[in-house]
């Protein structure tokens, strides 16, 4: 039996085809995946299933246990949403009022749906509270989403989805914002969830990994279009289409280790940073920090959000003064470094950029700064290395996509003739293929330039890919630091351990052990 | 909260002695000298000195600024021919033109100013929200048009005009309404409002003006929202979710400023004071500064400085119980 069966869907925006015949059937308490990368109109395509659009033509059918819903007025429509088909969404911060309790809202949707009383409907809401293992959900039911971290906001997302016990959740890229260890915690609830309740699930992602390990079928998108369907073992093990092909190689994969033996160009000694609060205890971000980084060698970081990353990229390359502690480039204080000697990458590429000059123009400042008078032709050369046209010179961020602002950035880095190249979460806002193409290009100009690198990221797969070391944070210390191969064949620490189990991986079959593995390790405590 | 509380009255008193501070000093700076005002023509140099004793003009200007903190913490003693009169706490001096404590002069004219201040928040408030919400549903429509329109038009006139307007239109003209004049609440509510109305009006119009675009502005971003949209894919109906979810968001930029706006009607309506012939503190103030009258300057600058702190802290507590999100700290 099918719960949703959509036929030849075409999603318009005036002129703009979001969708473009698009048909897939999802059985009753099955899992189906739609991935795609930006653009690809899996989003369209999940507001659709719930009548959300206000200002696109929609054609086909979309049909729902024998309900045609490509014809419902606005009455039928709010029955059927939240009551019989009810959505996850990606940002669980901003998802939920912030002016009411989650039980509250959770209370609100149920009491639509049932007629319940209130009584019954705060019952409901600390029932789901408790399915969906939010540690004492009657007390938590009166918190508010602020006070609630990003994993638990998801857990209650997830909890007012199953208030009405709906027949589909469509879940919108529910763990995009979420830490690994937490995004896989997600991913268990909801396949927890769908076996205990017999709700279908219909996952979009952009993430091959996410979909994997949890669906049963897999729609591949591009351009509004399924390029590819069929049980996610056989499209992901044996895609017959090229694009989905593009997408498993782009994905990030092991690279033969190099050995490194360079003496240490920047040294960290036990380097802390403490932020004063008014009031209150300071906070640690980073809290007695010691490594090398070797000359010529890729170091890659990983840590989860507030681990210290970005605290301890800024100590690298001098903008923040460390509280305790030296670091030193080359052996000489940091503060002292040769202009223009360490450079760093920034993480969105649109927002580190001055929307109102040209991408030449910011490339040319460190130049100038440094004593070029007319710098023109060698930022010119500067694009084309990077894999830019030299006529992009006079264009504005907005003008460019993701990937190629995230080259501007790489060129601008690169511009002084720096030694260190300190990179915070280079490539983690753009699509798997865009990304892939960044990391050979930064492989490239180390390389060539003969670099030395930092790799902050919080992606355990892309730093296999790029680092030759990796060192774990965790509460703004190093908690593990080895060779790349052997941190990840035989992590030593728990943490990197139950980092390593989180991580997404393509191929459903590890995906699957590594669900094993982690309920085996006990992380669906709710620690989230 | 309690010690939120704690410094925040703290943090007043300070603002209200720098204020005071400021205005001395500014006062000593000028040129003119309030004794020859008083003293008025014909004034011998030894009735002059006569005078500036007696409004204590003649001591140094720290020793008057010393005088008058102490006097406002524990009263003091002034000089009245042979014999003294006490003037207790908080004793803000005596007006130099008038003669009458400044006390008395602000206690006597705060209730019509509060009535004009209040009155006129609660017709703007009304009126701007109303409109705000139906703009900001309707954006871009026939109807956003004419209340962005009404909104400029409200904001471009200038108050004396509205209300000479009004008053030739409903006092001169249609009759319907008695020329203004300033009736105790207590006496004859009826009266009170009846003569206050056209005021208020006048008042409101700006007032409306600024809270409806507010509330457009408000009322737009909130529904652009991600809860917002959250809300709709769980059923909940329109009504509902503009009710109970987008005004409140989009409501709540107005709590600070109806609460700063009241008190700042409180102290400086003067040109709708003067217009309908209310007492209120704005023309006590406009006539004291004319008079060089420090001690009723100072009183009337003190308390509009309290009434605007005052009106702050109520306005943080207020921002507190809307949005769960803020923390006082």
């Known amino acids: ?528 | 909260m309690i010690g939120y509380l704690v410094r925040r009255v703290g943090g007043a008193v300070l603002v209200l002695f720098g204020l005071s501070l400021l205005l001395y000093g500014l006062f000593y700076l000028a040129p003119s000298d309030p004794a020859i005002l008083t003293c008025g023509k014909g004034c011998t140099p030894e009735r002059l000195a006569e005078v500036r004793h007696a409004l204590g003009v003649d001591d140094p200007v720290a020793t008057q600024y010393a005088h008058f903190v102490r006097g406002l913490v524990a009263g003091r003693d002034y000089p009245a021919g042979p014999a003294t009169r006490h003037c207790p706490a908080p004793c803000l001096g005596y007006s130099f033109e008038t003669d009458q404590p400044v006390t008395r002069l602000l206690l006597d004219r705060l209730p019509v100013s509060a009535s004009l201040a209040l009155g006129a928040e609660v017709l703007a408030l009304t009126a701007g929200i109303g409109a705000g919400v139906l703009s900001g549903l309707r954006r871009y429509r026939w109807l956003d048009r004419i209340v962005n329109g009404l909104v400029l038009a409200g904001y471009a006139v200038p108050v004396f005009l509205v209300g000479l307007l009004l008053l030739l239109l409903f006092c001169v003209q249609l009759q319907w309404l008695p020329f203004p004049s300033y009736v105790p609440l207590t006496t004859d509510p009826l009266a009170w409002a009846r003569n206050l109305l056209l005021p208020w009006v006048a008042l409101a119009v700006i007032q409306t003006a600024a809270y409806a675009r507010l509330t457009r502005a408000g009322i737009q971003e909130t529904l652009a929202e991600d809860h917002i949209r959250t809300a709709r894919a769980y059923g909940l109906p329109e009504r509902r979710i503009i009710w109970r979810r987008a005004l409140r968001g989009a409501l709540l930029p107005l709590v600070t400023l109806t609460a700063i706006d009241l008190a700042a009607i409180m102290t400086s309506a003067v040109l709708t004071e003067t217009m309908f012939g209310l007492p209120g503190v704005g023309q006590l103030l406009v006539g004291a500064v004319n008079q060089i009258d420090l001690p009723v300057v100072v009183g009337v600058t003190l308390l509009a400085g309290l009434l605007i702190v005052a009106a702050n802290t109520v306005a943080d507590l207020l921002y507190r119980a809307v949005d769960p999100r803020v923390e006082l700290r």
């Open chain 1, 1 to 528: 039996m099918t719960t949703l069966t959509v036929e030849n869907l075409r999603i318009r925006f005036g002129d703009t085809v979001a969708v473009d015949g698009l048909s897939f059937e999802l059985p009753a308490g099955s899992a189906l995946g739609i991935v795609g990368e930006s653009g690809s109109g899996k989003s369209a395509t999940a507001l659709a299933l719930l009548g959300l659009h206000t200002s696109a033509t929609i054609e086909g059918r979309i049909s729902f246990d024998d309900l045609d819903l490509t014809g419902l007025n606005d009455k039928q429509w709010r029955q059927i949403r939240g009551a019989r088909i009810a959505m996850v969404f990606q940002e669980p911060l901003t998802a939920l009022s912030p002016f009411h309790t989650i039980g509250d809202q959770i209370a609100e949707v149920y009491r639509l749906h049932s007629g319940a009383s209130r009584q019954a409907a705060r019952q409901r809401a600390v029932e789901v509270l408790r399915q969906v293992h939010i540690p004492d959900p009657a007390g938590r039911a009166a918190s508010y989403p602020h006070q609630f971290s990003g994993g638990m906001r998801q857990r209650a997302l997830i909890a007012m989805a199953l208030a009405c016990r709906p027949r589909l959740i469509v879940a919108d890229e529910p763990t995009t914002a979420l830490d690994v260890t937490v995004q896989a915690q997600i991913l268990d609830l909801l396949d927890e969830v769908r076996e205990t309740t017999g709700t279908s699930l219909l996952l979009i992602s952009h993430d091959l990994g996410v979909v994997a390990g949890s669906c049963d079928r897999v729609v591949v998108m591009r351009r509004g279009l399924a390029v590819e369907q069929g049980e996610t073992a056989a499209v992901l093990g044996a895609p017959t289409d090229a694009y989905t092909r593009e997408l498993l190689q782009a994905a990030p994969h092991p690279t033969p280790p190099r050995k490194n033996d360079g003496k240490p160009l920047l040294r960290l000694a036990g380097v802390r940073k403490h932020f004063k609060q008014r009031r209150r205890e300071p906070v640690k971000a980073v809290d007695d920090v010691t490594l090398d980084v070797r000359a010529g060698e890729t170091l890659g970081i990983v840590g989860e959000s507030g681990t210290g990353k970005t605290t301890l990229a800024r100590l690298m390359t001098g903008l923040l003064t460390q509280s305790a502690g030296t670091i030193t480039l080359d052996g000489v204080d940091i503060a002292r470094r040769p202009g223009g000697s360490v450079q760093m990458v920034f993480q969105d590429p649109l927002s580190s950029l001055n929307p109102r000059r040209t991408i030449g123009e910011s490339i040319a400042d460190p130049l100038r700064l440094s004593g070029v008078r007319d710098p023109r032709s060698r930022v010119e050369d500067l694009l084309e290395r990077v894999g830019l046209a030299r006529r992009e010179y006079d264009r504005y961020p907005h003008q460019l996509s993701g990937g190629m602002r995230q080259r501007v950035g790489i060129a601008r880095a690169l511009a002084p003739g720096p030694r260190l190249i300190v990179c915070d979460e280079p490539v983690s806002s753009l699509d798997v293929t865009t990304q892939a193409q960044v990391l050979a290009l930064l492989e490239d100009l180390r390389e060539e330039l003969g670099l030395t690198m930092v790799f902050i990221s919080h992606d355990l797969a892309v730093l296999r890919q790029i680092a030759d070391r990796v060192a774990v944070l965790a509460d703004g210390r190093i908690v593990e630091i080895g060779d790349t191969a052997q941190v990840y064949a035989a992590p030593q620490h728990p943490y990197t351990k139950e980092l390593l189990a989180a991580v997404p991986v393509a191929d459903p079959a590890e995906a699957r052990r590594l669900r094993a593995l982690r309920r085996s390790l006990d992380l669906s405590d709710t620690k989230s």
